[in-house]
């Protein structure tokens, strides 16, 4: 497969100043008529004109008006006779293409009798041939013609100017952008759709009108998107001063769809997952979801909209900044010290359980990638997660305030451009000349081309007699594919020091910028050797490593003040006690000790502490995050051990799990805040718990409460929690309230989904869910071609559930080999993720590794796969 270069990037030959464009929306055949305004750019060396296009029926091409030459080169319109010199001209192609073939969902496709598109990030071509680059912008003006019944509404971006009926029952819409933009936030939706609306004044006076669309029948789900979409412009405008800079702004829902939403200049197009909610249907993480996913897009229109990627290389410019942003967002939201600090720690958890793994595996890339065969392979945790964590470092070394003047200098200068990862870190930094940050930006940017996780080594050295505490801190980074070496990172680490009885000792909080290879940092007038308490609020994407006693750990969990460091040192304990298991030769028999049980308790206990920082924990390490710790994986080991752990931690803490059960149930109307969700969470876990103990004494009474829960529950995060318990605990009850869980919800795509997802995610008991997801595959609900469904079961099994999985017969792995296949006919977007499931095949103990590495050649072998799976497999196997 051809790769493209970082290197090769080379100014666009021409550059278009306005597009026309014309569509007749018809499913089978539609007709589009693009006129453009084009002109040579004068800092290139003339060439012919090479416009993209994919799957396109091409009709008519016209230079000013003319019939004119062209050539069909590959998948690219070549025209070599243009006009010389520098005046515009005009170019029209006429293409046609069928949306209702459209299986990939990228380009013009047609989802349950609504046309949408996604052009993102080179789908623009499957429209019309274009120069589908992010750093040509261009004026876009759109007709839209269809049929008045089947397509009463008609949207592109920008503002309405006409509207009209035309013969044969048509109709037409014509929209004007009044910014220039790329072609990958090009938008139309077309369909029986209802909106909810809403008209707002902006902080500076601007009026605006907001418009949530949905199908009919869906409007009442539409309360909470809308809530966030205002709560995100007013929390840009006072955060950042970024306003609202359009009359109109609209998002649009559509149950098919490759990702979770996507930015389209004024007219942001969904997966209903982050737009649909009420509280019988929603869970409180989907309304987190939605919050933050409709923040997540707001915040694209300025970065990433108004200021643009000039390459795909530069994605996480737009991805790892506007992530930092929806989380920061987030946050604010959330209020409270310790919500926040929860946000924090759920973010943690995912960077860590998806980021580090694809950091240490064969699809590890910087952050600024330096080549890729498919581009939409690397729309990653990479880019997102790990591209947050490197901005949130440059907040970091600046402080909040010298980050937003940073900000500012950014738009002030970059304002309308398509720009590079270098001009937003030069931006900050220039913003900020006396910082950290400016003093060492060549060297910080090695975040952006340096991949893999770096290690933070760290450790103390008490002198009694000087009194004084010298901690050393060093860091080293693995190699990842193509980087044999690296060289040294910045690394903020916050940190402090407590004395033996847990508190904070004054003048020691500090943030240490290391830099070198290997630092100290000394502390003067220490009386007795002090806990130190590194890395705090997570200031780094690392992983530490520092040899800390358990006295230490039990120490900083019940005392430190930093909430992210107070739940890292359970977290370390307990996978200290899962990893010594997981390595003992003996049968798995109850992993945990008094001490670690005693200090659970004392957490469920706390009567300072919120319900949410107490779910988050007293939940175990998952089994991904334990296997990354391993250099030889027995998946079936590491599920064994779990779950051994999470036995104890419920037969040990049973009548605390009852209190904490029995303390948090609420009645009241449902709302999503962070204190209502927490509760919910740990209420759920109590239950979840009591019903595993049960499991084990054979007690009827508690998944008896978890039926009664389930049955009578007022939400839907009360209700899955209740079914989850039966389920997960293998409860004979689980089988009714599930068949009794799809009749409640038969028309509800979105909570079919969990109801898949539940079951192909339960723990496996005798390799019983592999036969249960192909069962399921059968059942009439299940279309492997909506994404959310095929994700719902067959991500579920094979991503998330590793001990049912990775079976010693090899059949999880079969299953996985013929999915990716079936799936990469008609979608090789989906196809190349479910084909990530496999990526750290390598570190599997056999026979799990060579079962792995048969499956991944198997689908390498097949002849006609798209580029996407190619290029996961060619590199998980290299
Ligand atoms: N910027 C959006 C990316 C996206 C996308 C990429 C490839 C294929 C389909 C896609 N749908 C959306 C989403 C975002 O980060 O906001
Ligand atoms: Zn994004």
């Known amino acids: 497969t051809p790769v493209v270069k970082r290197e090769d990037y080379a100014a666009p030959a021409f550059l278009v100043d306005s597009v026309d464009l014309c569509f007749d929306l018809d499913p089978a055949k539609t007709r589009v008529l693009n006129k453009m305004r084009l002109r040579r750019n004068p800092a290139v060396a003339a060439q012919p004109l090479r416009l993209d296009g994919e799957d396109l029926n091409l009709a008519r091409v016209l230079v000013n008006g003319e019939g004119s030459s062209f050539k069909l080169e590959g998948k690219q319109l070549v025209l070599e006779k243009l006009p010389e010199g520098e005046e515009p001209f005009e170019l029209e192609i006429f293409t046609t293409c069928a949306p209702a073939k459209n299986s990939k969902l990228m380009g013009l496709y047609v989802s349950q009798g609504t046309f949408f598109t996604q052009c993102e990030a080179e789908g623009f071509r499957r429209i019309t041939y274009f120069l589908d680059r992010p750093d040509v912008m261009a004026s876009y003006q759109v007709t839209l013609r269809a049929d008045k019944a089947a397509y009463p509404v008609l949207l592109s971006n920008g503002n309405l100017v006409e509207q009209g009926d035309l013969d044969d029952g048509r109709h037409y819409a014509r929209w004007v952008d009044p910014h220039k933009k790329p072609c990958y936030l090009f938008a139309l939706v077309a369909g029986q759709l209802v909106a909810r609306e809403q008209r707002i004044r902006s902080r500076s006076g601007g009026e605006h009108l907001l418009q949530v669309y949905v199908r009919p029948g869906d409007l009442d789900k539409t309360e909470h998107a809308m809530n966030s979409l205002m709560a995100s412009i007013a929390w840009d405008e006072a955060r950042f001063g970024l306003p609202l800079d359009l009359e109109r702004f609209m998002i649009v829902a559509t149950s098919d769809f490759n990702m979770g939403a996507m930015e389209n200049k004024g007219l942001n197009i969904f997966n209903t997952k982050y737009v649909l909610a009420n509280p ?79 950091d240490a595996g064969p699809m590890a890339h910087p952050v600024r990638p330096d080549q890729y065969a498919e581009i939409n392979n690397f729309y990653t945790v990479t880019i997102y997660e790990k591209g947050s964590e490197v901005v949130r470092m440059q907040q970091t070394l600046v402080g909040r305030e010298g980050f937003a003047r940073g900000m500012k200098l950014y738009f002030e200068r970059h304002d309308g451009q398509a720009v590079t990862c270098d001009d937003f870190a030069q931006a900050i930094a220039d913003a900020n000349p006396d910082s950290e940050l400016a003093r060492l930006l060549p060297q910080f940017k090695r975040w952006y081309s340096q991949a893999g996780t770096p290690r933070l080594h760290a450790s103390g050295y008490f002198d009694a007699e000087a009194r004084r505490y010298t901690l050393t801190l060093g860091q080293s980074c693995p190699a990842t594919p193509g980087q044999p070496s690296k060289k040294a990172f910045v690394i903020p680490v916050a940190l402090g020091l407590l004395d033996a009885q847990g508190r904070e000792i004054e003048g020691s909080a500090r943030t240490v910028v290391l830099s070198e290879t290997s630092q100290t940092v000394v502390f003067e007038g220490i009386d007795a050797a002090p806990v130190p308490s590194i890395l705090r609020g997570f200031s780094a994407p690392v992983i530490l490593e520092h040899d800390s006693s358990d006295a230490e750990l039990l120490t900083l969990l019940a005392h430190d003040s930093d909430p992210f460091n107070r739940w890292e040192a359970g977290q370390r304990l307990a996978l200290r006690r899962a990893l010594a298991a997981v390595q003992s030769a003996d049968a798995v028999h109850q992993p945990l000790d008094a001490a670690y049980l005693d200090a659970m308790r004392a957490i469920l206990r706390a009567p300072e502490l919120d319900a949410a920082f107490k779910e988050l924990v007293l939940t175990l390490p998952g089994e991904g995050y334990i296997a990354e710790q391993l250099d030889e994986v027995d998946p079936q080991r590491i599920h064994a051990v779990r779950e051994a752990m999470r036995e104890q931690l419920a037969h040990a803490l049973q009548e605390d799990w009852i209190q904490a059960f029995e303390a948090h149930q609420d009645n009241g109307a449902f709302r999503p805040d962070p204190v209502s969700s927490g509760r919910r969470a740990l209420a759920g876990l109590a239950l979840n718990m009591l019903c595993l103990a049960a499991r084990e004494n054979g007690n009827p009474v508690w998944p008896g409460k978890a039926l009664q829960r389930f049955k009578d529950a007022g939400n839907m995060t009360d209700r899955v929690n209740a079914l989850s318990a039966l389920v997960g605990s293998g409860s004979a009850l689980a089988q009714p309230a599930l068949e009794r869980f799809h009749a409640l919800f038969k028309g509800e795509e979105l909570v079919l989904d969990k109801w898949f997802a539940l079951q192909a995610g339960a723990p496996d008991r005798g390799g019983n869910i592999l036969p249960l997801v192909k ?104």
């Not at 579920?796 to 792995?813: I, K, L, T």
């Open 280 to 358: 019988a249907t929603a869970t409180d993480a989907d309304y987190a979801g939605i919050e933050s996913v409709v923040g997540h897009e707001y915040f694209h229109n300025w970065t990433g909209n108004r200021v643009t990627c000039r390459d795909w290389f530069q994605l996480s410019l737009k991805e790892g900044l506007t992530v930092f942003r929806d989380q920061e967002f987030s946050m604010d939201m959330a209020g409270s010290v310790s919500a926040r600090a929860v946000k924090r720690i759920e973010d943690v958890r995912v960077l860590r359980s998806a980021q580090f793994p694809e």
């Open 775 to 878: 069962q399921l595959m059968q059942h009439p609900d299940f279309h492997l071609r909506n994404p959310n469904r095929a994700r719902s079961l067959i991500f579920s099994y094979c991503n998330a559930n590793p001990g049912a999985f990775h079976r010693v017969d090899a059949a999880g792995y079969r299953f996985w080999s013929e999915r990716v296949l079936e799936i990469d006919a008609f979608n090789p977007q989906v196809a190349a993720r479910l084909a990530r499931a496999l990526d750290r095949w390598k570190k599997l103990a056999e026979p799990y590794r060579s079962a792995a590495r048969e499956a991944i050649a198997r689908v390498a072998a097949k002849a006609d796969l798209s580029n996407d799976v190619r290029e996961v497999v060619t590199r998980a196997l290299a």
